[in-house]
């Protein structure tokens, strides 16, 4: 990893909707329809597909609710290493920064994978979970911000 700045966790169907960018100072976060503000996200699902070779990977992960597009290139050289190594299908866990590509309705979100590991069942079910409670919480203060 590049640094140790927080890492958002949001579900694939909410990362996926994305379709603002904000810039604060020197980083620009994608922002999800329920207001996380993702610089960084960490990701766990299931590796569907993977292709490439040499420098760059591109994958699929799947957690419950969509697809997360994942991409390593030469700047994080473990994560292409490691992504090649993975055979689909395979639980793993990313941590990534999000970026959003193109605009208008062609738009579309990706991470850039910083690190990618292996994980079991258990780690994503627990994922799931708490990303499932931080969407709550975001939930519940969007309504109490709208609501006065």
């Not at 909707?17 to 810039?23: D, G, L, N, Q």
């Not at 604060?24 to 996200?41: E, F, N």
């Not at 579309?108 to 910083?114: F, L, P, S, V």
Request: hydrophobic share 40%.
């Amino acid at each position: 990893m590049t640094d140790m700045e927080p890492a958002e966790r949001v579900f694939a169907r909410e990362f996926t909707a994305a379709r603002h960018t904000v810039e604060s100072g020197d980083a620009s976060y994608v922002v999800t329809p329920t207001g996380a503000w993702c610089r960084r996200v960490f990701v766990i699902g299931t590796l569907t597909w993977r292709r490439g070779s040499g420098d760059v990977m591109q994958a699929r992960v799947a957690d419950p609710t969509d697809t997360f597009r994942v991409s390593a290139d030469w700047q994080n050289p473990d994560a292409v290493e490691t992504l090649g190594y993975i055979d689909p299908p395979a639980f793993i866990a990313v941590t990534g920064r999000a970026a959003l590509m193109g605009s208008g309705p062609r738009a579309y979100t990706t991470i850039a994978a910083e690190a990618i590991t292996v994980v079991d069942r258990t780690a994503r079910d627990l994922w799931t979970q708490k990303t499932a409670g931080v969407t709550l919480d975001r939930l519940e203060a969007l309504e109490r911000g709208l609501s006065g």
